[in-house]
């Protein structure tokens, strides 16, 4: 029978559950276990794609196109494996299926109620992914007491009832306080937040206690007794001293995984933890140290850029750098001390106008300065109209979505884009081809004239100025077959310069950097050097 773990948070959110999860889901993938992670998000939005970065960092996109949480991005970096929309649950979704059904008469004669249709619903999404996984890791964001996660909460109470003690683990994340001034650790929040829980009906068996430092012995045994959970049970998980990825290895030190093991009586598998030891040594132990600038307008949320920063610290541990990200403000008037310090520049995606001045401003300083650039998305579109407007020489051009009436649409809507009713879901989503031309630094990267990427956008590269474009010196260097649209961008004339409509990011993981992510490193190593 497929096994279950659900993860709680309590005290406050934004704890690290999305990258505990999915630490839990390495561990046991490398004990030789089928393993997937489900995010359960009680908001009542139908996914987080017409959510502003600001309110939840970025929007992950699956292959199937799915717009998800970024904690989806966690679980397929740490796992290595590819989510789809079935792994992101939201409120929205519940809701809205109900209702559906209702309104087709699925539930003729019954009142409908949260107790059981909702979490009946919300149970079928949960056990949908079963049938093709030995462990099912279930996520359930926000934090224990907030209304709109409670039948979430409910029905991962039932999960137990209906698989039985020994199908369903239950792991509670927590924050552990420590008071500034007396330097005092404070357990009080985790008792009440347990409390809580208890109320519920939901009873923790493994309590993991996030704190600035690691905890002791002396309250690891007092959260036991006021918890009720056996002391070996009670995990301390600190601020990491690098990387993210330092979160499994902390873990099984603790025997956390093993103790799941226990609880879900599943034989115990030896762990293989090689590589991925190989890669944090990698991180941990690089001397070079490399500046790259994130030109953007979300600066102040560095969740909004979270895939971008992981695909660079990929790269980075592969060649054995260490990369300092500089965030910069695209819509700041004067930046230019912070980016003539960088060794690289990465421009990335976006929507509205607010800041694409300053994303022109920091294209044409890379072009000029032989700056290695990568472009993402409105980074690639932002290339694009500073190419026109200083090479080509059309002072005017511009993207439709920012000038309606531009004489130079240089960037226009997708056919099919240009009037939407609803917006969302409703963008080109999802993994599309793009064949990339032979002797480009494209295909230094990939290596292969097919690939396939993760899209999101509703804009692309007008093909009317494909050919003054290229006379001008900028290279198509990826299309994508079935339509012809534009995918890779690139000026021949720089050591390093590709913009792509794409989302590279999203497919880098910790032990296989993106291929574009890593050929970009390789060239902001070789511009520090060759500055000197």
Known sequence: MTKYIVVTGGVVSSLGKGITSASLGLLLKNRGLKVTIIKCDPYINVDPGTMSPYQHGEVFVTNDGAETDLDIGHYERFLGQNMSRRNNVTAGQIYQTVIYN?????????????????????????????????????????????????????????????????????????????????????????????????????EPDIIICRSESEIDDEIKGKISLFCGVGKDAVISEPNVKTSIYEVPVMLHKQKTDALLLKILNIKDGKLEMKKWKKMLGNTIRAKRLVEVGIVGKYTQVKDAYKSIFEALSHAAAKNKTKIQIQYIDADSRDFCNDIESCDGIVVPGGFGDRGVEGKIKAVKYARESNTPFLGICMGMQSAVIEFARNVVGFKTANSREFDKKTRYPVIDYIAGQKIVRFKGGTMRLGSYRCKIKKGTIAYSAYKKESVSERHRHRLEFNNKYKSIFEKSGMMFSGINPESGLTEIVEINAHPWFVGVQFHPEFQSRPLEPHPLFDNFVKAVIKHKVDSK
């Open 102 to 202: 209702e309104r087709r008469g699925d539930y003729l004669g019954k009142t409908i109620q949260v107790i059981p249709h909702i979490t009946d619903e919300i149970k079928n999404r949960i056990k949908s992914p079963g049938v093709d996984f030995d462990v099912v890791v279930v996520e359930i964001g926000g934090t224990v007491g907030d209304i709109e996660g409670l039948p979430f909460l409910e029905a991962a109470r039932q999960l137990r009832i209906d698989f039985g003690k020994n199908n369903v683990a239950y792991v509670h994340l927590t924050l552990i306080p420590t008071l500034s001034p007396s330097k005092e650790i404070k357990t009080k929040p985790t008792q009440h937040s347990v409390t809580k829980l208890r109320e519920i009906g939901i």
